[in-house]
């Protein structure tokens, strides 16, 4: 294939443009692994890469996309033959390694996960960067000693792509779910996703105080800035909050009281460098823990062409549940 379909990012000093290009194969970056992407989605981080609102491309051209599951073409690498099915999350892919939203991608095999046997490229795309960030969080909170018997636990940005698979996946865990959402129309939806009790954000985005009245015992937080100052501040004594996302602001105006009055944790979740391991046992998880029939009412689909539109629709906070694209 000596050209192929990609999504490329480009930057002249005027500004930054994005178009789906023919690409081509002597300009992929080194790598062991040949793999042919067969999915991939779209992340709120893709849509930062793809409207250049945030400074996630660290070199240009890039072809954006963080993540992709797809087979692989030819290997070097010992873990790796061609034929198999692998899932690759993060590890500066679409940042600073050429990305997923392509024919053709050329990665280390030390970055690839085993597709899931019981999951075919497309369900593991459909959970994405943002489902897999979701199970972190919830394996964080249960190291925390966070079990269904301890109380509710409050998930922000819920109609979004991690909140969304943070209140499936809590839910089937068997916790007491309270989704925040801006959005007062997703309220079936999050309660049909499993959440017990749905809440206005304007609940939680308000100026925070250092301790409020304490109302769950753990929280998954996508929105940062005083929606996690606030999350933390009502958080009962001992619990834990897990935080992955910046969708309100990369700011955290919180005081240290509800560290040092009410024991509370707070857990930091990076899917980007996350070893091995650990994402080994996020996948297997996603496996067994989330309903597939959830997932498909979350999802939607696209093709690579519509990548471009999908990525500022999710950075204006349009995107409900999930965005999965086709690529083949
Ligand atoms: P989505 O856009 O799908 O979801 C974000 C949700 O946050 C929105 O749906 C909306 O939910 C809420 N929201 C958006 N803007 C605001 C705002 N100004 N104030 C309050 N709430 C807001 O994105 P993802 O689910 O893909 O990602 C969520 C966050 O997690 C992002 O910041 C992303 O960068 C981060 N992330 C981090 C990872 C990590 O490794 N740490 C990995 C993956 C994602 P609603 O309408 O329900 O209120």
Redesign the pocket.
Known sequence: MPTFKAVVIDKTEAAQSVRLADFDAKDLMDGDVDVRPEWST???????ALTGKAPVVRRFPMIAG?DFAGTVESSSHPGWRAGDQVIL??WGLGETHLGAYAQKARVKGDWLVRLPASMAARDAMAI???G???M?AVMALERDGITPARGAVVV??????????AVALLAKLGYAVT?????PA?APY?KELGAAEVID?KE??GQPRPLAKERWAGGID????A?LANVLSMTRYGGSVA???????MDLPVTVAPFILRGVSLR?????M?ALPLRQEAWRRLETDLDRGKMATMTNEIALADVIDAGRR??E??????IVVKIA
Request: net charge positive; charged share 15%.
């Open positions: 779209v992340n709120y981080k893709d849509g930062l963080i999350n993060g994405g960067t943002a897999y960030t979701a972190l922000t940005g819920a109609a979004g792509g991690v909140g969304s698979v989704a925040s959402t801006g959005r997703e999050l954000r939680l985005s996508t929105v940062g800035s929606t935080a992955c996302g910046l969708a309100g602001g930091g979740i990076d899917s980007v996350c999710i950075v906070g349009q995107v409900r549940g999930r």
